[in-house]
């Protein structure tokens, strides 16, 4: 059974940076990708970011490149969302997600809010 772990939600003014981190556990993959869904009040669950298993290739969103940058650590099966220059549009419960042989799994959500 896969576990994701994920930490590091919280409350910033605009602005303000935050970091995420996902810890997957649980099932030994010969190759991953990960990444971070949002979704904030009232609306769907969005892409925001995705790193490839190599790390040499990574995603994002339109509305947050430049922004936010995506990494991981595959020693430590974890990967990392930096959130900076945050703005109110940006508040919303993120989901650190593993995605694996056409299959995918999802963390806990973790809730940002940034305030004007």
């Known amino acids: 059974q896969v576990q994701l772990v994920a930490a590091g939600g919280g409350r910033v003014q605009a602005g303000g940076s935050l970091r995420h981190s996902c810890v997957a556990s649980?099932?030994?993959?010969?190759?991953?990708?990960m990444g971070w869904f949002g979704q904030a009040p009232g609306k769907e669950r969005e892409f925001v970011a995705r790193?490839?298993?190599?790390?040499?290739?990574?995603y994002y969103a339109d509305s947050v490149k430049g922004r936010f940058t995506i990494s991981r650590d595959k020693a430590k099966n974890t990967v990392y969302l930096q959130m900076s220059s945050l703005n109110v549009e940006d508040t919303a419960v993120y989901y650190c997600y593993l995605e694996s042989s056409g299959q995918s799994y999802w963390g806990q959500g973790t809730q940002v809010t940034v305030s004007s």
């Open positions: 790193i490839t298993w190599s790390g040499a290739s990574t």
């Open positions: 649980g099932r030994a993959f010969r190759s991953y990708a």
